[in-house]
Antibody
């Protein structure tokens, strides 16, 4: 059974870069799309972007200038970098496995990690 | 950018049927998926594609679509179905094919 686990600092200073990693266990990172999604406190879900195992990416246009998603197939991991963070980037960050070829869904999610942007 | 619109809140009596809707232009071309989220937990996929349920999701959950509207129906709602529900699909606006979530619907089971 595939499981995802987010990891990274829980506190980031304003203007710095938020860096998170998602480790995939129980299965291969190949043949799927791997997404990052976030949820600010008390608000809804926001898609950040995804990467295909081959390395092609797709980002939310509202975040594109600050986002980089990368994949390391040898480690079965993918990562998120979000630059120039502000308090508005405070959220629970989730990683998820997806199928965006036809049926459009994300079927396996990590438990989420809380990131607070504060000095 | 494209939007998916959901009613902020819906209520249903225990054991009754409730429909949660999601509207958006992209739904004319792409399937929606539906996620259940309980407080403090990660979202869980409940419906995807034409009307598919992942393993472990009760058959009281079903999905449908017509025109620009996708619907999640819970037939015989249970107390444990009280949660936030989000729809999700492709964002086909502009020159970019991205992904978008609806704003979420808070379901209360009375």
């Amino acid at each position: 059974q595939v499981q995802l686990q987010e990891s990274g600092p829980g506190l980031v200073k304003p203007s710095e870069t938020l860096s998170l990693t998602c480790t995939v266990s129980g299965g291969s990172i190949s043949s799927y799309y791997w997404s990052w999604i976030r949820q600010p406190p008390g608000k809804g879900l926001e898609w950040i972007g995804y990467i295909y195992y081959s390395g092609s990416t797709n980002y939310n246009p509202s975040l594109k200038s600050r986002v980089t998603i990368s994949v390391d197939t040898s480690k079965n991991q993918f990562s998120l970098k979000l630059s120039s963070v502000t308090a508005a980037d405070t959220a629970v960050y989730y990683c998820a496995r997806g199928n965006w070829n036809d049926e459009n869904y994300m079927d396996v999610w990590g438990k989420g990690t809380t990131v607070t942007v504060s000095s | 950018s494209s939007e998916l619109t959901q009613d902020p809140a819906v209520s249903v009596a225990l054991g009754q049927t409730v429909r949660i809707t999601c509207q958006g232009d992209s739904l004319r071309s792409y399937y929606a998926s539906w996620y259940q989220q309980k407080p403090g937990q990660a979202p869980v996929l409940v419906i995807y594609g034409k009307n598919n349920r992942p393993s472990g999701i009760p058959d009281r959950f079903s999905g449908s679509s017509s025109g620009n509207t996708a619907s999640l129906t819970i037939t015989g709602a249970q107390a444990e179905d009280e949660a936030d529900y989000y729809c999700n699909s492709r964002d086909s606006s502009g020159n970019h094919l991205g992904v978008v979530f609806g704003g979420g619907t808070k379901l209360t089971v009375l």
